[in-house]
């Protein structure tokens, strides 16, 4: 995504949100998914902001369960 925060990838029917591409499939929950798994449990417009606090405890709790 390069260093843009409002970057969407759709990808083989699921969509990565943020700087950090999070998917909806699992992480997070948009309208796309209604019965996304959103371990993080937060909307996945959240990635899409400049403030990456969300963003960071996300991605933490993916690399605590990769």
Do not use: A
């Not at 260093?3 to 929950?29: A, H, M, P």
């Not at 948009?30 to 798994?37: C, L, V, Y």
């Amino acid at each position: 995504s390069g260093c843009d925060t409002q970057t969407v990838v759709n990808n083989n029917g699921s969509t990565e949100y943020g700087l950090f591409q999070i998917n909806n499939k699992i992480w997070c929950r948009d309208n796309h998914i209604p019965h996304s798994r959103n371990i993080c449990g937060i909307s996945c417009d959240k990635f899409l902001d400049d403030d990456l606090t969300d963003d960071l405890m996300c991605v933490k709790k993916i690399l605590d369960n990769v």
